[in-house]
């Protein structure tokens, strides 16, 4: 940056109002990162993993996820469950009963798909 540049750029930040908007902001887009628009992280125990009992999506993990009835007769679960949707990560190991409705986990990608 060349001496003129910083010049302007310390004369915006010396003036009152820019400089409470400046802050204001930073502090805004601190806040928003640590509490986040992300969705619930697994390992803090805010969410609720595949297969597990829920009441709406919200609680379940990941942003590919729904909370939903299961009509698989492999699953042997009962009541709504959160579920992948298509495309979201699933295990090959869960017979399926990771992702929702007809969706099935394809083994080469592991992730929530139609059947082939």
């Known amino acids: 940056m060349d001496g003129n540049r910083f010049d302007r750029v310390a004369r ?3 003036t009152g109002a820019p400089r409470r908007g400046i802050l204001a902001g930073l502090a805004g887009a601190t806040l928003a990162a640590v509490l986040g628009g992300a969705a619930p992280d697994a390992s803090a125990g805010a969410c609720k993993e595949r297969q597990r009992r829920c009441r709406n999506a ?3 993990c990941g942003g590919k996820a729904a909370c939903q009835r299961t009509e698989k007769l492999t699953c042997n679960l009962s009541g709504k469950r959160c579920c992948g949707k298509q495309g979201a ?3 090959v190991e869960a017979d399926g009963c990771d992702c929702c409705g007809e969706l099935v986990c394809n ?3 592991t992730r929530c798909d139609l059947p082939v």
């Open 58 to 60: 919200d609680q379940c």
């Open 89 to 91: 990560m699933c295990s």
């Open 107 to 109: 083994p080469v990608t």
């Open 12 to 14: 915006a930040l010396a």
